[in-house]
């Protein structure tokens, strides 16, 4: 019989079937919590599992935290080591999601931030490829990016997903694989769950900090392998939505995304309609890196299980 998984909830490690909440949850009724999404990639040479990022997650995470005046009993260091036990009694042997939670825990009703328990959880689950990597058909959107000054856009919170996925469902609803949502003012913002890249003149083109995206982990990763691998400049500046149409080649990234190539968008081919050449170095850099088959980039990499001695 295959092995229940564990979670980590109310600050002990159990079996996932007894990580419940009720329906009663604060955070259930009102959104009121934040998150991160985590990557673990699985490097089958070296059999080992590397987590992306661990510790800039949970820096963001704790920043999420702060303005929704959520308070954890764990600092960065705590929280990664807690991460990665948690992995390891898990298990896994392939590619992965890791899931951590804060939310307001409180039984009790009205929307509110104060006067209420605060709570944390992780869990995992197996995740392969989340969009493919031959290219997806994208939709623009009818549905803006929430403006920063209705909930705060740098903060992962669970309430404002409602806002990705009323924008997904609407793109897959068209036949399309992913949206692009616009921010109010009509630039170009991000995707339901990725930040994304024009290639332009040979440089890459991505919306600003200003315009009201997640400001993604991965999104600095690429910005520093285009720069420091491919020697290739990034202009972070408003996008315009006709520039999507002409640009030479579109790509998403994200946790789950990782680096996803966008080959049509609005029914209009990007390109020649497929896989680009610098969007394929990025994907091939990047993945090199998750992988930890790039010494340069191995501090970025949080190995899970006690290193393979080679045999005698």
Same mark, same amino acid.
């Given at each position: 019989?295959?092995?229940?998984?564990?979670?980590?909830?109310?600050?002990?490690?159990?079996?996932?079937?007894?990580?419940?909440?009720?329906?009663?949850?604060?955070?259930?009724?009102?959104?009121?919590? $934040?998150?991160?999404?985590?990557?673990?990639?699985?490097?089958?040479?070296?059999?080992?599992?590397?987590?992306?990022?661990?510790?800039?997650?949970? *820096?963001?995470?704790?920043?999420? $935290?702060?303005? +929704?005046?959520?308070?954890?009993?764990?600092?960065? =260091?705590?929280? $990664?080591?807690?991460?990665?036990?948690?992995?390891?009694?898990?298990?896994?042997?392939?590619?992965?999601?890791?899931?951590?939670?804060?939310?307001?825990?409180? +039984?009790?009703?009205?929307?509110?931030?104060?006067?209420?328990?605060?709570?944390?959880?992780?869990?995992?689950?197996?995740?392969?490829?989340? +969009?493919?990597? =031959?290219?997806?058909?994208?939709?623009?959107?009818?549905?803006?990016?929430?403006?920063?000054?209705?909930?705060?856009?740098?903060?992962?919170?669970?309430?404002?997903?409602?806002?990705?996925?009323?924008?997904?469902?609407?793109?897959?609803?068209?036949?399309?694989?992913?949206?692009?949502?616009?921010?109010?003012?009509?630039?170009? $913002?991000?995707?339901?769950? *990725?930040?994304?890249?024009?290639?332009?003149?040979?440089?890459?083109?991505?919306?600003?900090?200003?315009?009201? !995206?997640?400001?993604? !982990?991965?999104?600095?990763? !690429?910005? =520093?392998?285009?720069?420091?691998?491919?020697?290739?400049?990034?202009?972070?500046?408003?996008?315009?939505?006709?520039?999507?149409?002409?640009?030479?080649?579109?790509?998403?990234?994200?946790?789950?995304?990782?680096?996803?190539?966008?080959?049509?968008?609005?029914?209009?081919?990007?390109?020649?309609?497929?896989?680009?050449?610098?969007?394929? =170095?990025?994907?091939?850099?990047?993945?090199?890196?998750?992988?930890?088959?790039?010494?340069?980039?191995?501090?970025?990499?949080?190995?899970?299980?006690?290193?393979?001695?080679?045999?005698?």
């Amino acid at each position: 019989m295959e092995r229940e998984p564990f979670a980590f909830f109310q600050n002990k490690f159990v079996p996932i079937s007894q990580a419940k909440v009720s329906i009663m949850t604060h955070a259930f009724n009102y959104g009121t919590g $934040c998150f991160e999404g985590i990557r673990g990639n699985w490097n089958p040479e070296a059999e080992q599992l590397y987590v992306f990022r661990l510790r800039e997650h949970y *820096e963001r995470l704790l920043r999420s $935290c702060r303005m +929704l005046r959520i308070s954890l009993p764990y600092n960065v =260091q705590q929280l $990664c080591e807690i991460t990665r036990e948690l992995i390891e009694r898990n298990g896994y042997r392939e590619d992965m999601y890791i899931r951590p939670i804060a939310y307001k825990g409180s +039984l009790d009703l009205g929307p509110r931030l104060h006067d209420l328990e605060d709570h944390f959880a992780i869990f995992t689950v197996p995740l392969g490829l989340y +969009l493919g990597d =031959q290219g997806v058909r994208v939709g623009v959107s009818s549905w803006r990016r929430v403006d920063e000054n209705a909930i705060p856009a740098r903060g992962k919170v669970t309430g404002i997903y409602i806002n990705n996925a009323l924008a997904r469902t609407e793109a897959n609803d068209a036949g399309f694989d992913e949206a692009i949502m616009l921010t109010t003012q009509g630039t170009v $913002c991000e995707g339901s769950g *990725e930040n994304l890249f024009l290639v332009q003149g040979g440089r890459l083109v991505t919306p600003a900090e200003s315009e009201t !995206i997640l400001v993604g !982990i991965t999104r600095n990763t !690429i910005i =520093q392998l285009a720069r420091d691998e491919l020697g290739i400049e990034t202009v972070e500046r408003q996008v315009a939505r006709n520039e999507l149409y002409t640009a030479d080649e579109l790509f998403m990234v994200g946790t789950a995304a990782h680096v996803t190539p966008i080959i049509e968008v609005d029914h209009r081919a990007i390109g020649d309609g497929t896989v680009g050449p610098v969007t394929r =170095q990025m994907m091939a850099s990047y993945f090199d890196v998750i992988r930890g088959r790039n010494p340069k980039y191995m501090d970025w990499l949080t190995p899970v299980y006690p290193a393979r001695v080679p045999a005698r």
